[in-house]
């Protein structure tokens, strides 16, 4: 959830806190477990809230820890968790600690909680390295001193206004812990780690040989990068994914162990080789990190076959859930990744089908339940530091960002009875909630397959579907190893098409021989899933054994089992079970 565009209660144009919960009711209708928000804590906002200036507090424009307060009972009321999002790699330069660090001198206490640094050259007007912030420009900014001279410089990794902290600074933990447990003690039930794998610096005084390709390969939303460029440019990020990061984690994961209930942690990290994710989710360490390969999937059945066989093959080998993403806050939404329009809702339909059957866990941006896309922002609307920092090169985020379009036929569609924040288009009438109550919208398949999911596949919360009372400390019924697993990352190249060796029974899914673009698998004996990732139609049989397969969901109306065989228009996903688990 990005609260910001979600529902506004007071007028301001802004999604808050009191929206969220006056729509509560239409999250758990959705049928999800448990809902996670993007930043709402005191903030100037100059990155959506990413940018913190007291990461204790809430910023009035999303309203008052009375309100947070609220909203975890009310999620909690309704049998749904919440995660908030925590954003340790920096603090906004509004932070009290930053306004301390430029009032005192180099080498003082003040600035070794951030990474201020002498520049090069004559007078110390180059900054320390070349890195490049990843929203463009440099990543170091100069300082005036107290005397009014050019002074040192701070690493920025991201916008000016969000200074790195020093990790290697024993307050910098302390004070996370402290947030942790302020925001554990009122109760939610774990946290998003922003930027997860940034924590730890290293060579920071070294040239890096392509800062702007390496800044431009970080980010989610550049898609003109070939994969080959991208990969070897992500091979080694100098302030990305060191093995320092990792200790940070076991002592946030007998934080969260020291808490009733199963408070969980869900990593930001997305690091290269993928093999290398695998160690954030170490029995020790976190409980998920997301899996970045869908949301930069285009609809291509070699490669999201491949990612699958990948990314169960390796969460296995430390025992942790797989994730799966098609949208977020960052990227571009799905239905415009897959080219907009009809045919990209059409493929995003069957890509988010195909997704729904895999085993582990779902994240679902909000907005992507409806198929909406990315809307045009006129420039002078645009809010991404992105889109400043390149000077319009890059447009940014704001696309995917809009707020959530309610209820046809009101002004702005009910998001607010102010000036929405950023534009909302008129032809998202037909997206609204209120036009997608027939069972052949988006939105209904989204509710289908996240309710059979849970059926088909057993996948659990600690409250069942009819359950809507509060149950604040579920069991933890499995076992917990405290050995940390094999380090090494495991080869990255698939051995075998269907990822069985070591993969746990719940984890397992085997793939069914098909013609080249069409993807199929089976999940234990009664369910069968088949993706026409072709711009044809086509026929494809079942065998003898598989005859008491029937239909059960369909991405589009004319997918369907037809005589002894399944019917597969262009771009559709169909799920077929055994008839004793068809309703
Ligand atoms: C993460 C957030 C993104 C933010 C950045 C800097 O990637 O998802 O929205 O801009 O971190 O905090």
Same mark, same amino acid.
């Given at each position: ?461 600690? +409250?069942?579907?009819?359950? !809507?009372? &509060?149950? #604040?400390? $579920? =069991? *933890? @019924?499995? %076992? /917990? ?6 380090? +090494?990352?495991?080869?990255? !190249?698939? &051995?075998? #098409?269907? $990822? =069985? *060796? @070591?993969? %746990? /029974? ?78």
């Amino acid at each position: 959830m990005y609260p910001r565009s979600f529902k506004d209660s007071n007028g301001d144009g802004e999604g808050d806190l009191a929206g969220v919960i006056s729509q509560l009711d239409y999250v758990k209708a959705l049928g999800v477990d448990a809902i996670w928000l993007s930043p709402f804590y005191t903030s100037p906002n100059n990155d959506g809230g990413y940018d913190v200036a007291n990461p204790r507090d809430v910023d009035p424009r999303f309203g008052s820890i009375s309100d947070a307060e609220a909203l975890i009972e009310a999620t909690h009321a309704r049998g749904l968790r919440i995660i908030v999002d925590i954003v340790p790699n920096h603090f906004s330069t509004e932070h009290q600690w930053f306004k301390e660090a430029i009032n005192s001198l180099p080498g003082s206490k003040a600035r070794n909680r951030f990474h201020f640094y002498d520049g090069r050259g004559a007078n110390g007007e180059i900054p320390p390295n070349n890195w490049c912030s990843i929203f463009g420009g440099s990543a170091w900014t100069r300082i005036k001193e107290l005397d009014g001279t050019a002074g040192q410089w701070y690493l920025h990794l991201f916008d000016s206004t969000q200074a790195d902290l020093n990790w290697e600074n024993n307050e910098v933990r302390l004070d996370f812990e402290k947030t942790l447990r302020f925001w554990l003690d009122k109760g939610v039930d774990g946290f998003r780690i922003d930027v997860a794998h940034g924590l730890v610096k290293e060579e920071i005084l070294t040239d890096h040989r392509d800062p702007e390709g390496l800044t431009r390969a970080l980010r989610l939303d550049v898609s003109d990068m070939s994969r080959v460029d991208r990969e070897s440019l992500l091979s080694d990020v100098p302030f990305f994914d060191r093995e320092g990061v990792h200790e940070i984690y076991r002592h946030w994961r007998k934080i969260f162990d020291s808490y009733p209930g199963q408070r969980m942690s869900v990593a930001e990290a997305w690091v290269h080789p993928s093999s290398r994710a695998t160690r954030y989710v170490r029995s020790d360490e976190l409980h998920q990190i997301f899996n970045f390969d869908f949301l930069i999937a285009e609809w291509d059945a070699d490669f999201l076959k491949t990612a699958i066989n990948k990314t169960l093959r390796e969460v296995s080998a430390v025992d942790a859930p797989a994730t799966w993403v098609l949208c977020n806050h960052d990227s571009p939404r799905l239905v415009t990744r897959l080219g907009g329009g009809e045919q990209g809702r059409r493929k995003a339909r069957a890509m988010a089908l195909l997704t729904h059957a895999l085993p582990g866990g779902i994240y679902i941006f909000q907005g992507e339940e409806l198929g909406l896309e990315d809307a045009a922002i006129p420039d002078e609307r645009r809010q991404d530091p992105v889109f400043f920092r390149t000077h319009g090169a890059d447009k940014g985020r704001d696309g995917a960002r809009v707020p959530i379009p309610w209820s046809a036929g009101l002004p702005h569609f009910g998001f607010t009875s102010g000036e929405p924040w950023l534009p909302m288009p008129a032809a998202w009438e037909s997206l609204a909630v209120s036009s997608q109550d027939t069972s052949d919208s988006y939105l209904a398949l989204y509710r289908k397959s996240i309710a059979m999911r849970r059926d088909l596949f057993n996948t659990h919360s600690n +409250t069942s579907k009819d359950d !809507t009372s &509060k149950d #604040d400390t $579920p =069991k *933890d @019924d499995t %076992p /917990k190893d405290d050995t940390p697993k094999d380090d +090494t990352p495991k080869d990255d !190249t698939p &051995k075998d #098409d269907t $990822p =069985k *060796d @070591d993969v %746990p /029974k719940e984890l397992e899914i085997s793939w069914i021989e098909t013609p080249h673009g069409v993807l199929a698998f089976r999940r234990g004996d009664h369910f069968i899933l088949y993706s026409n990732v072709t711009d044809n139609e086509l026929d494809i049989a079942l065998s003898e054994a598989d005859s008491d397969f029937a239909q059960v969901l369909a991405s589009s109306p004319e997918a369907r089992v037809q005589g002894n065989a399944v019917h597969l228009p262009a771009h559709s996903t169909l799920w077929l079970s055994r008839t004793k688990f068809t309703s």
